[in-house]
């Protein structure tokens, strides 16, 4: 299976979030998306891998892959919170560096996250996507 752009997939995504026209619906399906994430590893939730700025616990897990690519596993204990980490992997995993830099948040906003999440949820996802680019600006030293 070949892995879509970061373009490509972000367009994937606002047309599934479009499909549903009800912001409950929207909720219901990122916490679909949250059940389906691949689960992370009891062994990487450390206090070293532990997010800050975030209200919920997050635990981030990055690895530079042999072919220079970026990918992390992650985990919360809260299911929307899971369910952003489950949209960020998709278009954020196993990408270069460059890629991940070049990404641009807008979508977050045609896809209505950021007039519907709290500011709590708004803050977390923000340092999420940080320590994300902040894993892709360090491989480049690695």
């Known amino acids: 299976m070949t892995?879509?752009?970061?373009?490509?997939?972000?367009n994937e995504i606002v047309e599934e979030f479009d499909y549903f026209d009800e912001w409950e619906e929207r909720y219901f399906y990122l916490i679909e998306m949250g059940k389906n994430l691949?689960?992370?590893?009891?062994n990487l939730k450390t206090d070293d891998n532990k997010l800050r700025g975030c209200q919920s616990t997050v635990f981030f897990h990055f690895i530079k892959n042999k072919d220079d690519t970026i990918s992390f596993r992650a985990?919360?204990?809260a299911a929307i919170v899971q369910g952003l980490i489950?949209?960020?992997s998709r278009i954020y995993n196993n990408r270069f560096p460059k890629d991940i830099l070049s990404v641009s948040t807008d979508f977050l906003e045609t896809i209505g996250l950021q007039e519907h999440l709290s500011i709590t949820r708004k803050n977390g996802l923000a340092s999420m996507i940080k320590s994300i680019e902040s894993?892709?600006?360090?491989?480049?030293t690695a």
């Open 86 to 88: 489950a949209l960020l």
């Open 75 to 77: 985990s919360s204990d």
């Open 3 to 10: 892995l879509l752009t970061v373009n490509e997939t972000i």
């Open 38 to 42: 691949e689960k992370m590893d009891e």
């Open 135 to 140: 894993a892709a600006r360090n491989s480049f």
